[in-house]
């Protein structure tokens, strides 16, 4: 059997491909890939939630595979959003690397005073733990972050530590606690979308994780009760079902979390429904401050 896989252009997402490519052949299988440019490689000068958020790295792969031109993508699993076309299916969820961020600096973490991240849940949880931080904008892939790092435009910046290790990089800097820093829903994780075909769901299975599905679904089962891809800075972090869930005002001055060890995806939707009752004036407020509609 062969199958064509998309993926997104850069090291990282050509190295996840290339360790799902190499999974197949130990099983017989070839796999032709297709490199897809996203929305989000091409418009890199402004803030994800202003060009749409966590879809502007997926919608591109999806549309080729609803179109027949690929069987199957690899994704960074945070990347998906919550809400999903119809036809196509999470085929596998590969074993879980680290779901931590990784803080780089250049020279000592005393000496941080401007941090780059585009993200709000970084943002956020960085003023929170140091109010008096400067924090500016970065976008584009982990070369291109390291490379401002280097060229001192900033003091330190922040990345998920999985992506580092897939790329065999090892740099200056720290690993943050995923207690304290709670990570994006799912990071950590790759995550193969396919069509929803019987025969390619029969073959990416045999590359399923069962722990690491069942914890990056509850922290789903979260997200999506919390608002899907709401653009609040928001952490949620399941290992082996102990669940920790946050939500942070965008300057980090407020935070309502929960923590709870669950056994099923509904006690997970439960708990979701617990934090957004307690931090709906949060999320009502960053999708007002940032120019958002929401329905929540």
Known sequence: MSVTIGTRGSKLALAQTENVVKRLAAMGITAKVEIIATQGDTTTQVPLHEIGGQGVFVRALDDAILAGKID?????????????????????ILERDSPADFLAFNDSVDAVRVLGTSSTRRRAQFLRHDPDLTIRDLRGNVDTRLRKL???????????????????????????????????????????????????????????????????????????????????????????????????????????????????????????????????????????????????
Do not use: W
Request: glycine share 8%.
């Open 150 to 296: 280097h060229d001192r435009e900033y003091d330190a910046i922040l990345l998920a530590e999985a992506g580092l290790q897939r790329l065999g990089l090892s740099i200056n800097g720290e690993r943050l606690n995923p207690a304290r820093f709670v990570p994006s829903p799912n990071q950590g994780t790759v995550a193969v979308v396919a069509r929803a075909d019987p025969s390619l769901r029969e073959v990416f299975s045999a590359l399923d994780h069962a722990r690491t599905r069942t914890d990056t679904m509850s922290e789903r089962a979260v997200m999506e009760e919390l608002g899907g891809g709401c653009f609040t800075p928001l952490g949620i972090y399941c290992n082996n079902g102990h669940l920790i869930a946050e939500v942070l005002s965008l300057d980090g001055k407020r935070t309502e979390r929960i923590e709870a060890d669950i056994t099923s995806f509904e006690e997970a939707r439960q708990q979701g429904r617990v934090l957004r009752e307690r931090a709906r004036d949060l999320i009502d407020e960053a999708y007002s401050r940032l120019g958002i509609t929401h329905g929540g």
């Open 72 to 92: 199957c993508a690899v994704h960074s699993m945070k990347d998906i959003p919550a809400i999903r076309p119809s036809g196509l299916v999470t085929a596998a």
